[in-house]
């Protein structure tokens, strides 16, 4: 058997962080597995689908590196065959027409209601002839499902789950104006679709069981299922916006890395061992339902910080050199130059130790690339003072002397400069720190002297001598 997965989101909005945990977990599983992982856009609801929220839905999924297999699916496009097949349960008598008014629908409600019993469907055209079918009105379609007996789901992530069938009624196929609902359309593109393997949130355990039904009345196989729990915050709460609960595209928009978003999902309610960093190749090789948790996980920003720390020092310099780039010149409102890229590519080795995100490090490269004078911030104005102005004009002299302007050079002609004039090494170091960089945070000031040139750097040491 080729297991197929698959991933059917709704575009009513943008691929949700969740969303994309599944799909990377029917991802992982197809590609485990040698098998296939197809994209269905779930896209019946006509005034809430957008084609915006498809295009975020297929940028986000690329984005996190999930290819699938073939062109995305569109079930509104299938709608035809949706109804073709409530039209054959309903010719085999395992579905029937109900003609329940609105009015008649509710006062069923109400009075189920007023008695304490659960307010379902009860059936009343199931056994009725369509001699009294009311004139002039529109039927649904309804599923003839089992009231007897029960619906038995052995689920590979939350095990063995049974529902008594007298609980499920009967659920609507196609509705009074002929299209076909929910339930009928995944159940029908699942079999057409040839899927394997139902991976998705446990909020769908109720709709599966319904789904099962309408497997059984058409006499198609059962694809396996398995019900992720839902993602939580750090506190324990269901997951909503002040915890993460974010477009995917936002993550990037924070400055993750896709490989670092792609294991910190992976890593939440799935586990292999007590391993946290976990390639995409290596995940692929480990991947496996029955080691999902049945228990909710929690989403934890500063987990997330560390594995994107770990992935940015990983990260070749080049690439991180053109993601910081829109980021600065967006900031300088300027065009950076080939002369700015290679000065970063330079400094990226540097820079990206420091890093947790793609933010963080486009905010420490700034001063690279920033237009004479610099801005300096609070704390390093404060090292300006008329003891540090002076300082620095003498290290003006001593760096305009240096005949190898190298860190290791540079960061001796300052030592001998401070042990000469009675000062400690950091005395002299914080000025100059705070002249070339206009911050009193960087990479190892001799190295950023260096990676500037002489020029720039004397310029800069100048620039901060003369401020007042």
């Known amino acids: ?149 029960q619906t038995v789901l052995k689920d590979l992530v939350q095990g063995e789950v049974t529902v008594q069938n007298a609980q499920l009624d009967d659920l609507i196929l196609l509705r009074a104006d002929g299209t076909p609902t929910y339930l009928l359309a995944v159940v029908v593109d699942d079999h057409d679709m040839g899927v394997t393997h139902v991976v998705r949130g446990d909020d769908h355990l109720t709709n599966t069981f319904r789904q099962i039904q309408i497997f059984n009345a058409m006499g198609w196989d059962l694809p396996q299922f398995g019900h992720i729990p839902l993602i939580h915050g750090a506190d324990g709460a269901k997951l909503s916006k002040r915890h993460g609960a974010l477009g995917v595209d936002a993550y990037r928009d924070l400055g993750y890395l896709p490989e670092a978003v792609r294991n910190y999902l992976m890593r939440l309610g799935w586990s292999h061992g007590d391993e946290e960093i976990i390639s995409t190749e290596q995940a692929i090789e480990w991947f496996d339902l029955e080691s999902i948790g049945r228990s909710p996980s929690r989403f934890d920003f500063a987990k997330l910080d560390n594995l994107n720390a770990h992935y940015m020092r990983q990260a070749d310099d080049a690439r991180l050199v053109g993601l910081v780039v829109p980021r600065l010149e967006a900031d300088l409102g300027r065009a950076l130059s080939d002369s700015d890229r290679a000065l970063l590519t330079r400094a990226m080795n540097g820079l990206k130790q420091r890093a947790r995100t793609v933010v963080d490090l486009a905010q420490s490269a700034r001063f690279y690339v920033a237009t004479r004078p610099l801005a300096y911030d609070e704390k390093a104005s404060a090292l300006l003072d008329e003891k540090g102005r002076g300082l620095l004009k003498e290290l003006a002299d001593q760096f305009a002397r240096e005949t190898d302007f190298t860190a290791a050079a540079l960061e001796a002609r300052v030592r001998a400069f401070a042990e000469a004039s009675g000062e400690k090494l950091g005395k002299v170091a914080q000025p100059l720190r705070a002249a070339l960089t206009g911050s009193t945070v960087s990479p190892p000031i001799f190295e950023v002297a260096e990676l500037l040139g002489r020029e720039e750097t004397l310029s800069r040491i100048r620039d901060a001598a003369g401020a007042a």
Request: positive net charge.
């Open 1 to 149: 058997m080729t297991v197929v997965t698959r991933f059917a989101p709704s575009p009513t909005g943008f691929l949700h962080i969740g969303g994309g945990r599944t799909a990377l977990f029917n991802w992982l599983y197809a590609k485990r597995m040698g098998g296939k992982f197809l994209l269905r856009i779930e896209d019946t609801d006509r005034q809430r689908s957008t084609q915006a929220a498809v295009d975020a839905i297929l940028d986000g999924l690329q984005w996190l590196g999930l290819d699938w297999d073939g062109e995305a699916v569109s079930q509104f496009e299938r709608k035809d065959r949706h109804a073709e097949v409530a039209h054959q349960m309903l010719a085999a008598g395992k579905a029937y027409r109900c003609y329940c008014s609105p009015e008649e629908l509710e006062q069923m409600r109400a009075a189920q209601k007023a008695a304490g019993q659960p307010m379902r469907y009860d059936g009343r055209w199931r056994d009725r002839p369509e001699s009294d079918a009311p004139a002039g009105v529109a039927p649904v379609i309804r599923l003839k499902a089992p009231q007897e007996g």
